[in-house]
Structure formats: structure tokens, C-alpha cells
């Protein structure tokens, strides 16, 4: 298939907002030349100042003006352009072009996002990502705004304002940025205890995604697909990377905090600069309706996934992104999305999150973007035609011809006219609706702790070791012990290996009988006994889907591997590896001594990528060693090459060294794991390559992690 960067739709229409400055005079906003942007008008070289002054002003007046609020949430985000194709028609599920028209190319662009740090925080914190897209189709535009996991904290849109106000930093001294360990957090989890599901996925590896491109995304509600006689199937929508699902440590989080916050932004920007287009499969969970309630959990309930085992995930096309934005500001951050735009073929349902949601995405973007007229910016522009009778208020970009602005008139002939269903107008879904108007929450929502143990019976002994840690981490980082105490009665109530060692780490015990948390999602003074069943369903032992363990391990590509190299390091190691490393488009960098450049022992100059004091193991997938005594000398001397190794050693990564490079290792921790399955001495690329693929040793963890670094 063709991944070559053909200009879509979009791209075109993008083509005429472009502003290129090459070979440009400067002006002012009026397009008048300039001959002096370094100093103001002044009454004599040293002032005063003069009002007169319009250049002076005009300048300022932008700069003033130039930030825009954050997003609420998601205010940290990377975007991407690329394009959907379809892969084989749904037409008996759903009408919209975008799934009927395997010709088409749909234009989208897709932005991630962490949820709760501020706009310039780190990328690797322990968070949701969210992982939204436009997609501009021939209809109109849809957006599915979703996350990386397939489950949501709370049920009812009513709490969302509760939930953020917990998780975001403390309101009286604005601490901690980006983190979700602290008090006013677990103070809402322990009392709420829809959120666990959600939470337990944030403790997991997921929650620290080694690359935006390796991560899935979920649509989270379940939605409707309406066919062209009108019959509606239920949807859940995934996304499945075709690199895997792979993650990073807590420890290396931590690390690339400090040494790259930028870490996932950089990553998604230089694989699409690379030419190594992230890409990922569509995939959807359907559902006649007539099964709405053969299920243990309902639908309608945005903290139950639907396991894959019990409804396949149909494959139905791809998403490629082939495209970095030409500018940050204009098109990452202007860009609204909405969960209400829909087109003809898709609908929603009565899950009373989504509700909630399809008025905040509009409403946040007056306050964030300044006007209703937000839909006109460039990046937010329909590449389907735009006619209504809507006009004026701020910054209207268009200019309406005619006297006429309502519906119906005559003297406009009648335009812009309505659309027939036949003709592709929209219309609603006709769901019958007999009930009592009333403020409460289903009886059919209250099962909190079944999902969360599949969850975590499904995973790898290493991904529970992970999710240990975190409550662990999490937890202590509390100072309220009945918070703590709370969190680990409900915990147990996941799991009680899990609680006791939780419990352990933070020398304290799980309570067997606590004030029950009060649900209050259910009603007033409720206690979460009364409502949760009385066991914990096992409609399922595991879902194997739900663990990274069972994800792809085909491909290096993209991967970082560091060459650490001086001066006479062994060209013919070097070159094998590197050839067969790039002919997998895994990317080489050259780690030395020092930057600039340095000298094989055939004589040839090799840039430098990184000198040693600028750079970090966490920032690379895995380590070579190419041979050369005069090039491992020069490497021994600088400690940080030890504990480069040492620390990549620690995190599970794969070693391979050649000839001399053996005692580059002999000074570090693997000298005692030599027999290591990822530790490869004198070994072909390929079983270096094998081990890159499968992301970590993780068989390597229990004794990795006692070494100090
Ligand atoms: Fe939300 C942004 C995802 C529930 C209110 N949300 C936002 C973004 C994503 C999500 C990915 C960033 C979009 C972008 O890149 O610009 N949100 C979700 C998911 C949810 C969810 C998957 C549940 C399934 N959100 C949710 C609720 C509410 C909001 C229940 C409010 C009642 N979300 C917002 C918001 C944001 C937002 C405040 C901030 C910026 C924006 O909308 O455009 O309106």
C-alpha cells in the first residue's frame, strides 16, 4: 500500500493558510516595510520613549497576547496528520462513507495527550494517555476522542469535574505537577470506588507507554453503527498499534523525566520525520442489540470493557500518520475536538458519560480558543462543505453573501436547502425511551471490583510486580494513613496477595473491617456492600488480550540503539551490527566520549550523536559494544559508560559487545549474568536483533533490580 506522503484533502486545503517567509521583506500587521525592529522611537538616543510609536506597540500588544488558557485536561499533548483507509466495507453495520468507500483516503489528524499535567510538563508521567482523532471525511467531520485504556473512572459525567479537582495539582500550593500520588487523589479513588477499574490500568505498564506509537487506543463508550435501513448495532471502537504495546519502568520513567521530558514528543516527531510512519489497525467489537443485556455488566457502563474473548475485535482498516504539523501553536494546540461531531452511520448511546461529554468539548473551547466561530480555524476546518444560516460573533473568517439567514425563505431561493436522509441529512437515532425522569445511577453499574481483578488475574507476574510498585509508590507518597488504609481495603478487594504486599511496602496492614468507603455515585450515604454483588463475578479466569505479555514482538523498528564508541573502536564489529541493526530500520547513535566526531581503527571520521555527559541509557532500547582495546580503554575511564550499562542491565534492555568489548562488561553488574538471554558476547546480529524485538528481559527483573544505580 501506498505510504508515500500524497497530499489528502486536508492537506490541500491546509496548502492556502500557509505562510512562508523565504526571501520575504518584514512588516507590520498592514503590511508595511520595516527598517528597524531592534530599537524604539525616542526623543534622543536616551528617551523618553514616544506614544507615537506604532511599531513599538504593535509589537508588544502581539506579544501580550500571545497564550491562549490550557486545555482543562489534556493539556500536554503531540500531534500527527495521516489518513484512514478502509480495508473491506461494514455497509451492514453502518452507512457512513468512511466505512462503506475502501477507495477513499480519509484525511485525520491525531493528537495524544497526557491527562493531568499542565501544558509543559514531563511526557512520562504515570498517566492516561489520550489519543483523539479528526477525521475529516466527504460527510463531514468525525471525531473519536478517545484514551489508551478501554475504561474510564467514573460512569457519570456529573463527577468528572470531581475527579479532575482530585488528580490535578493540590489547589492551595499547586503541588504535585503531573503526578497523581498525593493525597486529595486517593482521598477520591478510596470514596469512589467506579474509579478502580481506570486505576489499576494507570498502575500497570500502561500508564507509562514506551512510545505514543506503542500504545493502543479505545473509544471507550459504546456507540452505535446505523446502517442504510436504519438497523443500529452497538460498537466499541480500538485502535491496535503495529508496533506492539511496549512500556517503560517506573525507574526509567522517573529518568527520562529529568534527562528528556520531552521524550514521547520527539519520538512520535522523529520516527515521522524518519519516514517511519506510526500506524495502527481499526479494529470494532460489535453487538446486536438484541444482546444489549446477555452480558455481565452493562453496556451503557463506561468502566467495563467488553473482553475481546468474549467479543472478537473485527479488523476493518488503518490509520497511517505521515505528516508533522508545520506549526505547533496552529494546528496541535487550536485543534478542538468534539465528541458530538458524528456523521450519518454513527450514533451514540445513553452512556451518561458520553452525555456529559457532548456538551464540555464545545463549551471548554470558547473559554480556551475565544470564540464559537473555532470551527473556521484552519486545522478545525470540514473539508466537507459549509453552509448554514449561523453568523457573525467573533472572528467570523467568512463573508455570507445574500439578505438572507434563516430557514425557510424564499428570497434566497430557499438555501441552503435540507437534506433527505436518502441524501445523506442526518438523522438521530430513533431510540424508544419510556421512563421516569430521575436523578440516580443504575443498579446495572455497580459491580466496581469484578473488572479490575480480571484485569489484574490477566497479567504477567512481571506487569503485577509493576503494579505492585506503583500502589506501592503511590501510596507512600500519601501522608493520610486512613487514605491509605481505605485504598488498601479496597485493593484487597481486587486481590489480597496484591494488598498484602501493597501493605507491606508501606508497613501497614490491610484492614479486614474499615468505615466503608461510601459510594456516592449510587446515593446518598450508600455503602458499597449493599450494592456490590456479593462476590466478585468470574464471568472470565483471564483475557489474555489484556496483557502486554501477549503483544507484538515482530519488529526493531525505530527502535535506539547506542553504539558506545571512542577512538579505535573496531570498524568490521561495528559495521556488521549497524547494517544488519538499519537494514531492520532500527536507528544507530553514536554514543562517545565526547562529541564531534571519532576515528575507527580503519581511520574513518564518525559523527558523534551524543556525547556521554549530554545523554542517558533511559533514553535508548539497547546496548552495542563493538571491540577495539584503544576504544574500550577510553570508554573504562569515564565512569558514566559503566553505569550507562549498568543501568540499562537494570531495566531489562539487551546487551551485545564484540572482541574487547567483553571487558567493557567485565567492569559492570553483568559480569555475573553473562549467561543472560539478552546479553549477547561475540554473538550474530540476529540473536541481538530477536532480543531488541522482544522490548525487555523481563525474566531479568528480580535480580536487575538490586543493582544500585
Ligand atoms: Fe475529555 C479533553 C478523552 C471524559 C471534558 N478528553 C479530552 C481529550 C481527550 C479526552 C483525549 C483531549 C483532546 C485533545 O487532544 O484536544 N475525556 C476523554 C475520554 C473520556 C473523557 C476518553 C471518557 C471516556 N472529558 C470527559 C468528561 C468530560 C470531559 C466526562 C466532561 C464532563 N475533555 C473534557 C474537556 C476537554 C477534554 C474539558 C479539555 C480540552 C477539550 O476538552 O477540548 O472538555
Redesign the pocket.
Known amino acids: 500500500m501506498d505510504d508515500k506522503r500524497t497530499p489528502t484533502e486536508k492537506d490541500k486545503q491546509l496548502e492556502n493558510y500557509k505562510v512562508d517567509y523565504t526571501d520575504k521583506p518584514l512588516t507590520t500587521r498592514q503590511g508595511l516595510k520595516v527598517n528597524d525592529t531592534n530599537n524604539s522611537l525616542k526623543a534622543g538616543p536616551r528617551g523618553a520613549t514616544l506614544l507615537e510609536d506604532f511599531l513599538l506597540r504593535e509589537k508588544i500588544h502581539n506579544f501580550d497576547h500571545e497564550r491562549i488558557p490550557e ?4 493539556a500536554r ?1 503531540s ?1 500527527a496528520h495521516g489518513y484512514f483507509e478502509l480495508y473491506e466495507s461494514i455497509e451492514e453495520y453502518s452507512k457512513a462513507g468512511i466505512f462503506t468507500d475502501t477507495q477513499r483516503k480519509t484525511p485525520v489528524f491525531a ?1 495524544f ?1 497526557t ?1 493531568a499535567g499542565s501544558k509543559g510538563s514531563t511526557d512520562l508521567a504515570r498517566d492516561v494517555r ?3 482523532v479528526k477525521f475529516y471525511t466527504e460527510e463531514g467531520t468525525w471525531d473519536l ?3 489508551n485504556m478501554p475504561i ?1 473512572f ?1 460512569q457519570d ?1 456529573m463527577k ?2 470531581d475527579l479532575i479537582h482530585s488528580v490535578k495539582p493540590e489547589p492551595n500550593n499547586e503541588i504535585p505537577q503531573a503526578a497523581s500520588a498525593h493525597d486529595t487523589f486517593y482521598d477520591f479513588v478510596s470514596l469512589t470506588t467506579e474509579t478502580l477499574h481506570n486505576h489499576i490500568w494507570v498502575m500497570s505498564d500502561r500508564g507509562i507507554p514506551r512510545s505514543l506509537r506503542m500504545m493502543e487506543g479505545f473509544g ?2 459504546t456507540f452505535r453503527l446505523i446502517n442504510k435501513e436504519g438497523k443500529a448495532h452497538f460498537v466499541k471502537f480500538h485502535w491496535k498499534p503495529k508496533l506492539g504495546v511496549h512500556s517503560v519502568t517506573w525507574d526509567e520513567a522517573v529518568k527520562i523525566s529529568g534527562a528528556d521530558s520531552d521524550f514521547h514528543r520527539r519520538d512520535l516527531w522523529e520516527a515521522i520525520d524518519a519516514g517511519q510512519f506510526p500506524e495502527w489497525e481499526l479494529g470494532l467489537q460489535i453487538i446486536p442489540e438484541e444482546d444489549e443485556h446477555k452480558f455481565d455488566f452493562d453496556l451503557l457502563d ?1 468502566t467495563k470493557l467488553i473482553p475481546e474473548e468474549m467479543v472478537p475485535v473485527k479488523i476493518i482498516g488503518r490509520m497511517v500518520l505521515n505528516r508533522n504539523p508545520d506549526n505547533f501553536f496552529a494546528e496541535t494546540e487550536q ?3 468534539l465528541p458530538g461531531n458524528v456523521v450519518p452511520g454513527i450514533d451514540f448511546t445513553n452512556d451518561p ?2 452525555q ?2 457532548l ?3 464545545r ?3 470558547l473559554s ?1 480558543l475565544g470564540s464559537h466561530n473555532f470551527h473556521q480555524l484552519p486545522i478545525n476546518k470540514s473539508v466537507a462543505p459549509v453552509h448554514n444560516n449561523q453568523r457573525d460573533g467573533h472572528m467570523q473568517m467568512e463573508i455570507p453573501k445574500g439578505n438572507t439567514a434563516y430557514f425557510p425563505n424564499s428570497l434566497g431561493g430557499g438555501c441552503p436547502y435540507l437534506s433527505s436522509v436518502e441524501e445523506g441529512g442526518f438523522e438521530s437515532y430513533q431510540e424508544r425511551i419510556d421512563a421516569h425522569k430521575i436523578r440516580t445511577r443504575s443498579e446495572s453499574f455497580s459491580d466496581h471490583f469484578s473488572q479490575p481483578a480480571l484485569f489484574y488475574r490477566s497479567l504477567a507476574s512481571w506487569e503485577k510486580n509493576h503494579v505492585i510498585d506503583a500502589y506501592s509508590f503511590e501510596l507512600g507518597k500519601c501522608t493520610h494513613d486512613h487514605i491509605k488504609s481505605r485504598m488498601l481495603w479496597i485493593i484487597a478487594q481486587i486481590d489480597e496477595a496484591l494488598a498484602n504486599e501493597v501493605a507491606d511496602n508501606l508497613g501497614m496492614k490491610v484492614p479486614d473491617d474499615i468505615e466503608r468507603p461510601i459510594n456516592q455515585a449510587i446515593g446518598a450515604n450508600a455503602n458499597v456492600e449493599d450494592h456490590q454483588p456479593k462476590k466478585k463475578k468470574i464471568y472470565l479466569e483471564e483475557s489474555p488480550e489484556l496483557s502486554q505479555a501477549h503483544t507484538k514482538f515482530d519488529t526493531i523498528a525505530t527502535r535506539q540503539i547506542a553504539f558506545l564508541v571512542a577512538d579505535g573502536f573496531h570498524m568490521k564489529d561495528f559495521e556488521a551490527m549497524k547494517k544488519a541493526l538499519e537494514a531492520k530500520n532500527a536507528v544507530v547513535k553514536l554514543v562517545a566520549p565526547h562529541g564531534g566526531t571519532v576515528l575507527c581503527d580503519e581511520k574513518m571520521e564518525h559523527k558523534v550523536d551524543a556525547a556521554i555527559m549530554t545523554t542517558e541509557s533511559v533514553l535508548f532500547d539497547a546496548i552495542y559494544i563493538p571491540g577495539g582495546k584503544k576504544s574500550i580503554d577510553a570508554l573504562l575511564a569515564k565512569s558514566k559508560f559503566t553505569k550507562f550499562i549498568n543501568e540499562a542491565f537494570k531495566h531489562c534492555k539487551a546487551i551485545a559487545v564484540a572482541h574487547e568489548g567483553e571487558t567493557l562488561l567485565d567492569a559492570t553488574a553483568v559480569v555475573d549474568f553473562k549467561n543472560d538471554a539478552a546479553v549477547f558476547i561475540n554473538k550474530d546480529p540476529k540473536d541481538f536483533i530477536a532480543a531488541v524485538a522482544k522490548h525487555r528481559n523481563w525474566e531479568r527483573m528480580d535480580v536487575a533490580a538490586e543493582i544500585a544505580v
Open positions: 486545555r482543562i485536561v489534556h499533548g500531534a493528537r495527550s491527562v489520550g489519543f483523539a476522542v478517545g484514551n474510564f467514573i459525567a468528572f469535574p471507550i463508550h463506561p485543534v478542538a475536538f458519560l458520553l456529559g461529554r456538551f464540555s468539548y463549551d471548554t473551547q480556551r
